[in-house]
């Protein structure tokens, strides 16, 4: 059927170029370029860095001067989100065009489309409000949700491969109730995975937005201490009104290592939770069909743990930083899969 070829290949696309902006999104961030360009959506009122530094009246009309490879940074990962937009509208056109034969859910393909927007809303307000940290979390949050967003609608489309198991049927015959309870048992010991993923991801961005990684600058102690002097009370103050630049951060230091500290404990819980779920889909005889995505977990999760600690231990390097962003989306893919699978077990 053409059209779902077409509709592979655009999913496909979407999650490769999703991935690619959500990396991006970090370089940026970590490389201090979010105000490379102080306007949205073009760069000091042009399309280019390169004609806003051929347009001197252009920069004039803005505090901050114009820092060519920052604004570039900037403008690049503009570019790849538009790049995003353009697939995201196709996949919804192919949705509607093709809702009869209810090639995709096409509920799934327009709040991918409603998130894309909102996300582009918030990519304004991160360079507007002067990277609230705030708005620059959410608009993290929100990109990883469109990432998921299209790898779930991936793994929804028939195709050979149990990775894209159709929710009707999964891998394996009809069977019986009680011998379909692991798969009940596996399913919520990856939702919970899920969920304590997602506030990981959560406190890593508010870690991030706030530049509290360097908070705590050894490992597996910080500052040389256990639990060294930390302001909870100022850590996770949410809005601290417009006006104020956020570029370098605003916290003192007690209130970063508090941040920095709640980010290692959401991740011995994080990896706590996804193990539990990969460990008893892997030790389950009726769980076969699931077990190359619980190993992906692992992996991933080995992965991103030794990038965490590496990155530390090597003194925050800006490549390490990134892969890190990089690493937390792929043990977002990996859990999805898993879950994806497991809900789309035989049945009764």
Same mark, same amino acid.
């Not at 403008?75 to 809702?99: D, E, F, K």
């Not at 859910?105 to 709040?111: D, M, N, V």
């Given at each position: 059927?053409?059209?779902?070829?077409?509709?592979?290949?655009?999913?496909?696309?979407?999650?490769?170029?999703?991935?690619?902006?959500?990396?991006?999104?970090?370089?940026?961030?970590?490389?201090?370029?979010?105000?490379?360009?102080?306007?949205?959506?073009?760069?000091?009122?042009?399309?280019?860095?390169?004609?806003?530094?051929?347009?001197?009246?252009?920069?004039?009309?803005?505090?901050?001067?114009?820092?060519?490879?920052?604004?570039?940074?900037?403008?690049?990962?503009?570019?790849?989100?538009?790049?995003?937009?353009?697939?995201?509208?196709?996949?919804?056109?192919?949705?509607?065009?093709?809702?009869?034969?209810?090639?995709?859910?096409?509920? *799934? $393909? =327009?709040?991918? +489309?409603?998130?894309?927007? !909102? /996300?582009?809303? @918030? %990519?304004?307000? &991160?360079? #507007?409000?002067?990277?609230?940290?705030?708005?620059?979390?959410?608009?993290?949050?929100?990109?990883?949700?469109?990432?998921?967003?299209?790898?779930?609608?991936?793994?929804?489309?028939?195709?050979?491969?149990?990775?894209?198991?159709?929710?009707?049927?999964?891998?394996?015959?009809?069977?019986?109730?009680?011998?379909?309870?692991?798969?009940?048992?596996?399913?919520? *010991? $990856? =939702?919970?995975? +899920?969920?304590?993923?997602? !506030? /990981?991801?959560? @406190? %890593?961005?508010? &870690?991030? #937005?706030?530049?509290?990684?360097?908070?705590?600058?050894?490992?597996?102690?910080?500052?040389?201490?256990?639990?060294?002097?930390?302001?909870?009370?100022?850590?996770?103050?949410?809005?601290?009104?417009?006006?104020?630049?956020?570029?370098?951060?605003?916290?003192?230091?007690?209130?970063?290592?508090?941040?920095?500290?709640?980010?290692?404990?959401?991740?011995?819980?994080? $990896?706590?939770?996804?193990?539990?779920?990969?460990?008893?889909?892997?030790?389950?005889?009726?769980?076969?069909?699931?077990?190359?995505?619980?190993?992906?977990?692992?992996?991933?999760?080995?992965?991103?743990?030794?990038?965490?600690?590496?990155?530390?231990?090597?003194?925050?390097?800006?490549?390490?930083?990134?892969?890190?962003?990089?690493?937390?989306?792929?043990?977002?893919?990996?859990?999805?899969?898993?879950?994806?699978?497991?809900?789309?077990?035989?049945?009764?």
């Amino acid at each position: 059927m053409p059209q779902a070829r077409w509709m592979r290949r655009l999913a496909i696309t979407g999650v490769i170029v999703c991935f690619i902006v959500v990396v991006l999104g970090a370089y940026v961030r970590l490389t201090a370029a979010g105000l490379g360009c102080p306007d949205w959506p073009g760069c000091y009122g042009e399309l280019t860095p390169s004609a806003a530094a051929h347009a001197p009246g252009a920069q004039a009309a803005y505090s901050r001067p114009l820092d060519m490879p920052k604004a570039w940074h900037e403008m690049i990962h503009r570019y790849a989100v538009g790049t995003l937009s353009l697939v995201v509208l196709a996949i919804v056109a192919l949705a509607l065009r093709s809702r009869r034969a209810r090639l995709v859910s096409l509920p *799934l $393909a =327009l709040t991918l +489309l409603l998130v894309l927007v !909102v /996300q582009a809303l @918030l %990519g304004m307000l &991160t360079v #507007t409000w002067q990277l609230n940290p705030l708005i620059v979390t959410a608009h993290l949050l929100l990109g990883l949700t469109t990432l998921s967003l299209l790898w779930w609608l991936t793994l929804s489309l028939p195709m050979g491969s149990t990775w894209g198991a159709s929710a009707r049927g999964g891998p394996g015959h009809s069977i019986s109730g009680g011998a379909a309870s692991p798969f009940t048992s596996a399913w919520r *010991l $990856a =939702l919970v995975g +899920l969920a304590a993923l997602i !506030v /990981q991801i959560a @406190l %890593g961005g508010w &870690t991030s #937005t706030n530049y509290a990684a360097i908070a705590c600058p050894d490992f597996p102690t910080c500052q040389g201490a256990w639990w060294p002097a930390s302001d909870y009370r100022h850590a996770f103050v949410l809005w601290h009104g417009l006006g104020t630049d956020y570029e370098g951060g605003v916290l003192a230091n007690p209130a970063r290592v508090a941040i920095h500290l709640t980010h290692r404990l959401g991740a011995l819980v994080a $990896a706590t939770a996804l193990t539990l779920a990969a460990l008893f889909v892997l030790r389950r005889r009726g769980l076969a069909s699931a077990r190359s995505r619980a190993w992906a977990v692992l992996a991933a999760l080995a992965l991103q743990l030794a990038i965490g600690v590496t990155m530390v231990l090597k003194g925050f390097p800006l490549w390490l930083a990134t892969a890190h962003t990089a690493g937390a989306a792929l043990l977002l893919l990996a859990t999805l899969a898993l879950l994806r699978c497991l809900s789309a077990r035989p049945s009764l």
